[in-house]
C-alpha cells in the first residue's frame, strides 16, 4: 500500500480525520461481461454496452498506485455523444444526474487528488460535490456544502488539485455525492478526464505527497522572489519542473533534459501573485512534489 505523507504549513502539524470516499484511489474494479465498472461509481457503460462503447474505463498505470479513473466523452452509434462520467453512488442515465450518493458526516474543506484533462473545442468537463442532510421537520434534504467546479483550460500530465467546498449550512451532512464528468452541458468526442487519490482533506495546505526516487529539497519556503531547488535522480533522465496552483493550473514549468547533469535550479517567482502552490519534478517514472508558499 502507498504511503501518503502530509505536508504542513509554517511547520504546524493538525490532524483532521475523515471517512474515505468509497474506492477514492480507483484500485477496485468489477468485471461485468464484456467491461469493467470501477466499484461504488455508476456510470454509463451498462447503458452504451450495446455498441460496444464504453465512456469509463481503468487507466493503467495509476498516479500512485496499479490504476485510476479514465472517462471520455465518445460518439455512441444510434445515439448522441455520451460524457464521460462517474457518480459516487447512483447516476440517472437518462439525466445524468446524481440520484444518491455515500454516507458521510464529516466536514471537509477541500477535495483533493489528482487529474488530467483536455476539452474538445468548449466542452469544459467539470467535478461538482454535494454534501446535504435529511430534515426530518421539513421532509427534506438540506444542502449543507456544494460546489461545482468547471474544469479550465487543461491539464495534459499528472498534476494535483484542491477544489474548496462552500458552506451553506452549520449542520454535519449525512450523504455526499460526488460527480466526475469529462463533458459539461454537450458533450464533444474524445474530451476526457483522469483522476486518482480522490480524498477529501482539511484546507488548502494539506496537499499529499507521495513516496519517489527523486530526493528533492527546496529553500526558502515561504519564498518572495527565488525558490532554490535541490535533486539528485536516481538515473540521468528528462526531468520536467512544473508549479501548479491548487486548482491544478500550471504557472510556470521548464524542461532540463537528460544531457544536462545539473542537480539545481532557480525558480523564478517575480509575477507569481501570493499563495499557495504545488513544486512537482517528473523524471518519467516518478514525480516528487512539494507544497511552496509564495508570500
Known amino acids: ?43 454509463l457503460n451498462a447503458y452504451t454496452t450495446s ?3 464504453y465512456t469509463c474505463m481503468k487507466g493503467v498505470p495509476g498516479m500512485a498506485d496499479s490504476f485510476y479513473l479514465k472517462l471520455v466523452s465518445k460518439d455512441i452509434p444510434g445515439h448522441a455523444t455520451q460524457p464521460g462520467i462517474a457518480v459516487s453512488g447512483v447516476l440517472d442515465t437518462i439525466t445524468l444526474s446524481a440520484k444518491s450518493g455515500f454516507a458521510y458526516n464529516q466536514r471537509p474543506q477541500q477535495l483533493q487528488g489528482d487529474w488530467q484533462y483536455m ?17 426530518i421537520v421539513a421532509n427534506k434534504r438540506d444542502t449543507i456544502a456544494m ?22 449550512n452549520s449542520a454535519n451532512p449525512d450523504t455526499c455525492i460526488i460527480v466526475l464528468s469529462a463533458s459539461g452541458h454537450a458533450a464533444v468526442n474524445q474530451s476526457y478526464l483522469y483522476v ?11 496537499i499529499k505527497e507521495t513516496p519517489t526516487a ?11 522572489e527565488n525558490l532554490h531547488i535541490s535533486y539528485s535522480l536516481p538515473n540521468l533522465v528528462e526531468l520536467k519542473i ?11 514549468q521548464d524542461i532540463i533534459p537528460a544531457t544536462n547533469a545539473k542537480t539545481e535550479y532557480d525558480l523564478n ?3 507569481i501573485a501570493k499563495g499557495i502552490y504545488i513544486l512537482k519534478l517528473d523524471d518519467g517514472s516518478t514525480t516528487a512534489i512539494r507544497k511552496i508558499c509564495v508570500e
Open 1 to 43: 500500500m502507498t504511503r501518503i505523507f502530509t505536508l504542513f504549513l509554517a511547520l504546524i502539524a493538525t490532524t483532521n480525520c475523515f471517512a474515505q470516499i468509497p474506492n477514492g484511489s480507483f484500485e477496485n474494479w468489477d468485471s461485468v461481461g464484456s467491461y469493467v465498472v470501477p466499484q461504488q461509481w455508476d456510470n
Open 51 to 53: 455498441t460496444s462503447t
Open 119 to 135: 476539452a474538445w473545442g468548449n466542452d469544459q468537463g467539470y467535478i461538482s460535490v454535494l454534501l446535504s442532510k435529511w430534515n
Open 147 to 168: 460546489t461545482k467546479y468547471d474544469l479550465p483550460s487543461m491539464v495534459m500530465t499528472w498534476a494535483p488539485f484542491g477544489i474548496t467546498l462552500n458552506y451553506m
Open 196 to 206: 486518482d487519490n480522490l480524498a477529501f482533506g482539511d484546507s488548502a495546505t494539506s
Open 214 to 224: 527523486i530526493k528533492l529539497n527546496v529553500y526558502p519556503n515561504p519564498a518572495s
Open 242 to 252: 512544473g508549479l501548479f496552483d491548487i486548482t491544478g493550473r500550471i504557472v510556470k
Open 269 to 271: 517567482l517575480n509575477g
